[in-house]
Nanobody, 123 residues
Framework: VQLQASGGGLVQAGGSLRLSCAHS?????MGWFRQVPGKGREFAAA????????YYADSVKGRFAISRDNAKDTVYLQMNNPGPEDTAVYYC????????????????????WGQGTQVTVSS
């Protein structure tokens, strides 16, 4: 499975940014994680294969939205009202799923990873 993340960049606090992840894994559950230097990868959001189920870390709930377009084999992370604390390298991840509605929320559950895209939020 190949994953290609894009859409990162510099955004002002309170603005918005949309990350995209093009993937080749049909029938995969997907997730977004983020990492800052010196820390492990932190879960941000996950979506089931069907797109019907999503799950968010408390730190992004209500501000970020994950979605997918299976016709385009792309997963999105809409970042609304980001703050400086959201500055990180964002990674998309994929894994074979046990069923269309399953979501996975830990890094160890994912098999495939994209290369990461830097998001910098200025105050």
């Amino acid at each position: 499975v190949q994953l290609q993340a894009s859409g990162g960049g510099l955004v002002q606090a309170g603005g918005s940014l949309r990350l995209s992840c093009a993937h080749s894994g049909r029938s995969s559950a997907m997730g977004w994680f983020r990492q800052v230097p010196g820390k492990g990868r932190e879960f941000a959001a996950a979506v089931s294969w069907s797109g019907d189920n999503t799950y968010y870390a408390d730190s992004v709930k209500g501000r970020f939205a994950i979605s997918r377009d299976n016709a385009k084999d792309t997963v999105y992370l809409q970042m609304n009202n980001p703050g400086p604390e959201d500055t990180a390298v964002y990674y998309c991840a994929a894994r074979p799923t046990l069923g269309p509605g399953y979501v996975y929320t830990t890094a160890g559950e994912y098999t495939y990873w994209g290369q990461g895209t830097q998001v910098t939020v200025s105050s």
